[in-house]
């Protein structure tokens, strides 16, 4: 449900800044700049999963691959907005939101996009570990303060002075599914989007990480539960004409697999 009182600027000198760019450009994403300060102007859009992302979830039930809740505009900009401000209060490194009205939301920019950065940026392997022990570790203050983030792929966080910072809040799930499996889904999704950073990674250590913070001592079943689901394709992956022929990305989910197959 969608509750007007969630509109609001936090000055009057952003308001007029932010009306007039709005009336004359209709880009989706905007960065902008204010009293010395940058931000991003997001207009609102629906949110649902695709429809073969649908499909695998119907077929195998695999518990990390739950689909989000179909949602319209105002829907998702409440959810985004009021997600936001719950986890900033909760003292959770995200975006401050500056201003909310009902087609956009504008919010602090909170530095570099980290998927971007540990890509193209000259990093050691001892500088990259640790940028990703602190991203799981932002992860895990969501989880531990009992919310879920929904778009935890690595490319949904940012990095300014040396601080994490988890962003896009859009999406949600039915009342139906526990905390504790969308929480689940989120860690899984974090760890196959790791394949986008194109770098030899030690899953296990990042695992052991994510349950050392949280405590959750299922995670290593329930990982190996849902990575045994997919062993048929760990198998054709295996084989020495597809192995040569593949992505890299491929091969790093191929060799997640068989990591959460050990564990």
């Not at 102007?41 to 990390?64: M, P």
């Not at 859009?170 to 999704?189: A, G």
């Amino acid at each position: 449900m969608f509750n007007k009182d969630i509109y609001f600027f936090k000055t009057k000198q952003l308001e007029e800044k932010i009306l007039d760019i709005v009336k004359n450009n209709k880009e989706f994403i905007l960065h902008i700049e204010h009293d010395n300060k940058f931000y991003w102007l997001k207009r609102s859009s629906k949110s649902d999963s695709s429809f073969i992302h649908k499909l695998i979830y119907k077929t195998t039930k695999a518990k990390g691959l739950m689909p989000v809740i179909p949602s319209e505009k105002e829907s998702v900009l409440y959810h985004e907005v009021t997600k936001l401000q719950r986890l900033k209060e909760k003292n959770i490194n995200v975006p401050e939101v500056v201003a909310c009205q009902k087609d956009f939301l504008v919010l602090e920019d909170k530095g570099v996009n980290l998927r971007k950065y540990i890509r193209h940026t000259v990093l050691d392997t001892s500088e990259t570990e640790e940028l990703i022990k602190k991203t799981v570790n932002v992860l895990a203050q969501i989880h531990n303060v009992g919310e879920y983030h929904a778009g935890s792929q690595i490319k949904n966080y940012t990095l300014k002075d040396d601080l994490i910072s988890a962003i896009d809040f859009e999406d949600k799930f039915s009342n139906d599914i526990s905390l504790h499996d969308i929480q689940f889904r989120d860690f899984f999704l974090f760890l196959v989007s790791l394949s986008d950073l194109k770098k030899e990674l030690d899953y296990k250590e990042i695992i052991d990480i994510y349950k050392k913070l949280t405590k959750n001592e299922t995670i290593d079943k329930e990982l190996k539960i849902l990575a045994n689901k997919f062993n048929f394709l760990a198998n054709i992956i295996e084989t020495k004409f597809i192995y040569n022929k593949v992505s890299r990305d491929v091969i790093n989910n191929y060799k997640l697999i068989r990591t959460l197959q050990e564990l």
